[in-house]
């Protein structure tokens, strides 16, 4: 101990060293993390210094300049909140204005269940906050259940119900094969879940496989949930973003009302409003009445306190600013459906590029897929080369962020693709 | 017919009972479904019962249901001494001019994007925090031993670094003083840990009770996590002398108990920010390690933005960076990263040695307001000649005082003065202005002569 002191150069005072009787720290048996897989992607693209470098990892929106936006009607509700307003808490369930015009975009403008006050909700940050004060609650009130994932899926699904410590089961999802749906596997998973057990579904825009369910096949998973006792837990990411309507994105969850379930849906607008470092979000839980409604939400709310208290309120105030002005919701309207086709048209041009260079693969799930990611089919040893060679960074399960592709990079992708699978 | 529904080990039946069993619960009706449900909740798509049917309203949080109930109330005298706010003496909300700068220097940034921030939040952030807590020349910092990551306000910084020890650390129990903040025992046992309290307050002194602190602290076992209030104790406003600091200081060193500290008032209480970092600062020269929650709430009003940082401070550079992982690992599944706007506020504050000096004068303008009430409210009750040692008003620091008051007399200066406080006899100075003082002295007098 006495060559440690000598070393740091430091006297340490008598009680300090008693005190420090544990010379080592707390921690040296703490081991490194980890890197995340998604976020890790991104951090190594910005360390890379090739002038040809091209991300396509992280789901954020780019420009065909690939840069990020803020949409104009968001500066717009900035200009409108700044200086005017103060900066006190929120409720623990957050902005109720935000809240409101959030719940229309799920259930509909006109929907006869936000006006008979059944459903629970709350602000959360974001699609990650609210999936967890999901998770927390479902320990919370139903300590038996489990939760079934699909495969694959937004690699921190996993992480929010194992830290909620709800124990999880997949079901299958994406067919390999055909770059598409498993259909049948996935009604079978249904059919024999335990009854009663929570599923988790993508509303639209399914992340990381773009690949959504039918109409048609909406109604069947439907059907099967129904006839099981299961409940439905939408994660709705994308709304807005995978058609460029946000109507026709919630068509899965509107069918799902339809039918009678009580659902619980998690909204983000980090993507569809752009305003993802804002961190805001939605949850919400259908109740069979507005007592009920009352008493989950103040429970939702008893699960806020000990996490974050409030939610952040500037996030809210854009959000409730737009969707409460009619002439800016117009605007978002437009915005996001101009989001939407730049991908749509990103989507046809990759797929355009890769078969006229001659690609002896079939490339058609590129544009069959939907919403901001596409499952290139790709493995990680592909991926790997895509990197090391040319300077592309995608997550290694082959997702490609087709937000990051632009007219200016699409022919340098799809030739690079084509060089790592010819 | 009682339908044969799949067990999860279905797979290993054969495709003809597969059939069969979902022809069977085609034909099964609703009731038929309920009753053979295995274990979980009923059915959620008859329109009947939902899964969460058995879920009971929860109580009002009884620091914020303060402000819920002062709001129902039509009375033009009311007067809301409950959550711990800062009210101008005209009792408005208050943004600091500076804050109002720096917004619109954010506004004007046309360059500024939101895009997701790094899971621990902005770094320079980070680093300004650390600053501003450990004072700028700590060796802690010089020698990369501080790991700081952004949270949201206080509260998100100590549920964290909770989960952190929950999982890393191998004592589970976390000691928090006797009163403490309502929501502190409820951060601490979501994230895992258990829960035991520590002798602070001595009602009949209405100051420390620094002998049952020592001896609690002192029974402890041996690695215990230990709760500190930085300065401006919630809900007491009582505060350890420098040489009682020293005194738990050496006591926890030496039975290696770990500080985490809460600093939600670094300025507040003193008016003065190193001042009210002192505490810290003790520790963190002595080389051992402790964790600190921060917020600027209050010091910097940024309450609804939700800005804090957690700092943990070890050992050695490599350990820190170690911590910094796995605490990424407890954010990303909670809220990926932090909210971008508040934090950008305050790196534009501190980062700029003009505006922090604005800050440091607004700052202490609201320490002062608080302390004149404080000296205004002994006065209105020597006036009165209102019974009993109100010394304490003046001696203890902070937003908040602990009248002492008990639940009924509480009870009747809301009913009777429509005065606005939790149960606990705690009131926010900050809610007080000169106008409203005297309504408040008057409230206190009639319950303390009439009510015991």
Same mark, same amino acid.
């Given at each position: 101990? /006495?060559?440690?002191?000598? $070393?740091?150069?430091?006297?340490?005072?008598?009680?300090?060293?008693?005190?420090?009787?544990? $010379?080592?720290?707390?921690?040296?048996?703490? =081991?490194? /993390?980890?890197?995340?897989?998604?976020?890790?992607?991104?951090?190594?693209?910005?360390?890379?210094? @090739?002038?040809?470098?091209?991300?396509?990892?992280?789901?954020?929106?780019?420009?065909?300049?690939?840069?990020?936006?803020?949409?104009?009607?968001?500066?717009? /509700?900035?200009?409108?909140?700044?200086?005017?307003?103060?900066?006190?808490?929120?409720?623990?369930?957050?902005?109720?204005?935000?809240?409101? &015009?959030?719940?229309?975009?799920?259930?509909?403008? #006109?929907?006869?269940?936000?006006? &008979?006050?059944?459903?629970?909700?709350?602000?959360?940050?974001?699609?990650?906050?609210?999936?967890?004060?999901?998770?927390?609650?479902?320990?919370?009130?139903?300590?038996?259940?489990?939760?079934?994932?699909?495969?694959?899926?937004?690699? #921190?699904?996993?992480?929010?119900?194992?830290?909620?410590?709800?124990?999880?089961?997949?079901?299958?999802?994406?067919?390999?094969?055909?770059?598409?749906?498993?259909?049948?596997?996935?009604?079978?998973?249904?059919?024999?879940?335990?009854?009663?057990?929570?599923?988790?579904?993508?509303?639209?825009?399914?992340?990381?496989?773009?690949?959504?369910?039918?109409?048609?096949?909406?109604?069947?998973? @439907?059907?099967?949930?129904?006839?099981?006792?299961?409940?439905?837990?939408?994660? $709705?990411?994308?709304?807005?973003?995978?058609?460029?309507?946000?109507?026709?994105?919630?068509?899965?969850?509107?069918?799902?009302?339809?039918?009678?379930?009580?659902?619980?849906?998690?909204? @983000?607008? /980090?993507?569809?409003?752009?305003?993802?470092?804002?961190?805001?979000?939605?949850?919400?839980?259908?109740?069979?009445?507005?007592?009920?409604?009352?008493?989950?939400?103040? =429970?939702?709310?008893?699960?806020?306190?000990?996490?974050? @208290?409030?939610?952040?309120?500037?996030?809210?105030?854009?959000?409730?600013?737009?969707?409460?002005?009619?002439?800016?919701?117009? =605007?978002?309207?437009?915005?996001?459906?101009?989001?939407?086709?730049?991908?749509?048209?990103?989507?046809?041009?990759?797929?355009?590029?890769?078969?006229?260079?001659?690609?002896?693969?079939?490339?058609?799930?590129?544009?069959? =897929? +939907?919403?901001?990611?596409?499952?290139?089919?790709?493995?990680?040893?592909?991926?790997?080369?895509?990197?090391? &060679?040319?300077?592309?960074?995608?997550?290694?399960?082959?997702? +490609?962020? $087709?937000?990051?592709?632009?007219?200016?990079?699409?022919?340098?992708?799809?030739?690079?693709?084509?060089?790592?699978?010819? | 017919?009682?339908?044969?529904?799949?067990?999860?080990?279905?797979?290993?039946?054969?495709?003809?009972?597969?059939? *069969?069993?979902?022809?069977?619960?085609?034909?099964?009706?609703?009731?038929?479904?309920?009753?053979?449900?295995?274990?979980?909740?009923?059915?959620?798509?008859?329109?009947?019962?939902?899964?969460?049917?058995?879920?009971?309203?929860?109580?009002?949080?009884?620091?914020?249901?303060?402000?819920?109930?002062?709001?129902?109330?039509?009375?033009?005298?009311?007067?809301?001494?409950?959550?711990?706010?800062?009210?101008?003496?005209?009792?408005?909300?208050?943004? *600091?001019?500076?804050?109002?700068?720096?917004?619109?220097?954010? %506004?004007?940034?046309?360059?500024?994007?939101?895009?997701?921030?790094?899971?621990?939040?902005?770094?320079?952030?980070?680093?300004?925090?650390?600053?501003?807590?450990?004072?700028?020349?700590?060796?802690?910092?010089?020698?990369?031993?501080?790991?700081?990551?952004?949270?949201?306000?206080?509260?998100?910084?100590?549920?964290?670094?909770?989960?952190?020890?929950?999982?890393?650390?191998?004592?589970?129990?976390?000691?928090?003083?006797?009163?403490?903040?309502?929501?502190?025992?409820?951060?601490?046992?979501?994230?895992? %840990?258990?829960?035991?309290?520590?002798?602070?307050?001595?009602?009949?002194?209405?100051?420390?009770?620094?002998?049952?602190?020592?001896?609690?602290?002192?029974?402890?076992?041996?690695?215990?996590?230990?709760?500190?209030?930085?300065?401006?104790?919630?809900?007491?406003?009582?505060?350890?002398?420098?040489?009682?600091?020293?005194?738990?200081?050496?006591?926890?060193?030496?039975?290696? *108990?770990?500080?985490?500290?809460?600093?939600?008032?670094?300025?507040?209480?003193?008016?003065?920010?190193?001042?009210?970092?002192?505490?810290?600062?003790?520790?963190?020269?002595?080389?051992?390690?402790?964790?600190?929650?921060?917020?600027?709430?209050?010091?910097?009003?940024?309450?609804?933005?939700?800005?804090?940082?957690?700092?943990?401070?070890?050992?050695?550079?490599?350990?820190?960076?170690?911590?910094?992982?796995?605490?990424?690992?407890?954010?990303?599944?909670?809220?990926?990263?932090?909210?971008?706007?508040?934090?950008?506020?305050?790196?534009?504050?501190?980062?700029?040695?003009?505006?922090?000096?604005?800050?440091?004068?607004?700052?202490?303008?609201?320490?002062?307001?608080?302390?004149?009430?404080?000296?205004?409210?002994? !006065?209105?009750?020597?006036?009165?000649?209102?019974?009993?040692?109100?010394?304490?008003?003046?001696?203890?620091?902070?937003?908040?005082?602990?009248?002492? *008051?008990?639940?009924?007399?509480?009870?009747?200066?809301?009913?009777?003065?429509?005065?606005?406080?939790?149960? !606990?006899?705690?009131?926010?100075?900050?809610?007080?202005?000169?106008?409203?003082?005297?309504? %408040?002295?008057?409230?206190?007098?009639?319950?303390?002569?009439?009510?015991?």
């Amino acid at each position: 101990m /006495a060559i440690r002191r000598a $070393m740091s150069g430091r006297i340490m005072d008598r009680t300090a060293v008693v005190g420090a009787r544990y $010379m080592s720290s707390w921690w040296r048996s703490v =081991q490194p /993390a980890p890197k995340d897989p998604i976020l890790g992607v991104t951090e190594a693209f910005l360390a890379d210094q @090739s002038p040809d470098k091209v991300n396509v990892g992280v789901g954020a929106y780019r420009d065909d300049n690939g840069k990020p936006v803020v949409l104009e009607c968001v500066r717009e /509700a900035e200009r409108r909140i700044a200086g005017n307003l103060n900066m006190e808490y929120l409720p623990m369930g957050g902005s109720v204005k935000m809240v409101e &015009e959030t719940l229309k975009l799920a259930y509909g403008e #006109n929907s006869e269940l936000i006006k &008979e006050k059944r459903i629970a909700a709350v602000q959360a940050l974001s699609g990650t906050g609210a999936c967890r004060l999901f998770a927390d609650f479902q320990k919370h009130f139903c300590p038996d259940s489990q939760i079934y994932i699909p495969v694959p899926t937004w690699a #921190n699904h996993h992480n929010i119900w194992r830290d909620a410590q709800v124990p999880q089961k997949t079901y299958h999802y994406y067919h390999p094969e055909s770059k598409g749906l498993d259909f049948a596997a996935m009604i079978d998973d249904i059919k024999n879940a335990p009854n009663g057990s929570f599923f988790l579904l993508h509303a639209c825009a399914h992340n990381p496989t773009g690949v959504d369910p039918s109409e048609e096949q909406w109604r069947e998973i @439907s059907h099967h949930i129904k006839a099981k006792g299961h409940f439905a837990f939408f994660d $709705m990411a994308y709304q807005g973003f995978a058609s460029g309507d946000p109507e026709k994105d919630a068509k899965a969850i509107r069918i799902f009302l339809e039918d009678g379930h009580h659902i619980g849906i998690a909204q @983000s607008y /980090a993507k569809n409003m752009g305003l993802y470092g804002q961190r805001v979000g939605c949850l919400s839980v259908l109740c069979e009445d507005e007592k009920q409604a009352v008493a989950v939400k103040s =429970q939702l709310q008893q699960l806020a306190r000990p996490m974050y @208290s409030n939610p952040p309120v500037h996030g809210a105030l854009i959000v409730s600013t737009i969707l409460s002005d009619p002439d800016l919701k117009k =605007q978002w309207l437009k915005e996001v459906k101009v989001m939407a086709d730049r991908i749509i048209g990103m989507r046809t041009a990759l797929r355009g590029n890769l078969e006229k260079l001659g690609s002896p693969l079939s490339w058609q799930h590129i544009t069959n =897929q +939907i919403g901001m990611f596409c499952y290139s089919g790709l493995t990680p040893e592909q991926v790997d080369r895509l990197t090391n &060679e040319f300077h592309i960074y995608m997550t290694r399960n082959g997702r +490609i962020s $087709m937000a990051g592709v632009t007219t200016g990079n699409v022919k340098y992708l799809a030739n690079a693709i084509h060089e790592v699978t010819k | 017919m009682r339908p044969e529904f799949a067990s999860p080990s279905s797979s290993s039946s054969s495709s003809a009972d597969r059939r *069969l069993n979902a022809l069977v619960r085609h034909l099964a009706t609703a009731s038929m479904v309920s009753q053979t449900a295995v274990a979980f909740s009923p059915t959620s798509g008859f329109h009947g019962d939902s899964v969460f049917s058995h879920v009971v309203r929860a109580p009002e949080d009884p620091i914020l249901g303060v402000t819920v109930a002062y709001n129902k109330d039509p009375s033009p005298v009311k007067l809301n001494l409950g959550v711990g706010a800062y009210r101008t003496e005209e009792g408005k909300p208050l943004v *600091l001019i500076v804050v109002r700068k720096a917004e619109q220097m954010l %506004l004007n940034d046309k360059s500024r994007v939101k895009e997701y921030l790094p899971i621990v939040g902005i770094a320079e952030f980070n680093k300004l925090s650390a600053k501003l807590i450990f004072g700028a020349d700590s060796p802690a910092i010089r020698e990369n031993r501080v790991t700081t990551v952004q949270c949201l306000s206080g509260t998100g910084s100590l549920r964290v670094g909770a989960e952190f020890l929950a999982r890393h650390y191998h004592q589970k129990t976390i000691y928090i003083p006797q009163p403490t903040w309502g929501n502190h025992p409820k951060v601490f046992t979501l994230a895992g %840990l258990s829960v035991k309290t520590y002798r602070y307050y001595d009602p009949t002194t209405r100051g420390m009770n620094f002998q049952g602190l020592l001896e609690d602290l002192g029974s402890a076992p041996s690695g215990s996590i230990v709760l500190l209030h930085a300065c401006a104790h919630n809900p007491t406003g009582v505060d350890p002398t420098l040489q009682q600091w020293e005194q738990i200081r050496q006591l926890m060193r030496s039975k290696a *108990l770990l500080p985490f500290f809460d600093s939600a008032y670094q300025g507040f209480a003193s008016g003065n920010l190193d001042e009210d970092a002192q505490s810290i600062r003790m520790f963190v020269a002595d080389g051992g390690e402790c964790f600190v929650a921060q917020s600027y709430a209050k010091n910097m009003g940024l309450y609804g933005e939700r800005v804090g940082a957690l700092s943990v401070v070890c050992r050695a550079a490599d350990v820190a960076s170690k911590v910094e992982s796995q605490l990424k690992l407890v954010i990303r599944p909670m809220f990926s990263n932090p909210p971008i706007h508040g934090a950008s506020i305050v790196v534009t504050i501190l980062k700029d040695s003009n505006m922090f000096n604005e800050w440091t004068i607004e700052l202490k303008a609201m320490a002062d307001r608080i302390i004149s009430m404080r000296k205004q409210l002994f !006065d209105a009750l020597r006036a009165r000649g209102t019974p009993g040692d109100w010394s304490h008003i003046i001696k203890q620091i902070g937003m908040f005082t602990f009248t002492g *008051l008990n639940s009924k007399q509480v009870e009747f200066m809301t009913r009777e003065y429509h005065i606005y406080m939790t149960s !606990d006899g705690r009131i926010s100075m900050a809610g007080l202005s000169s106008k409203t003082v005297p309504h %408040l002295a008057d409230a206190i007098h009639a319950a303390v002569t009439r009510m015991s």
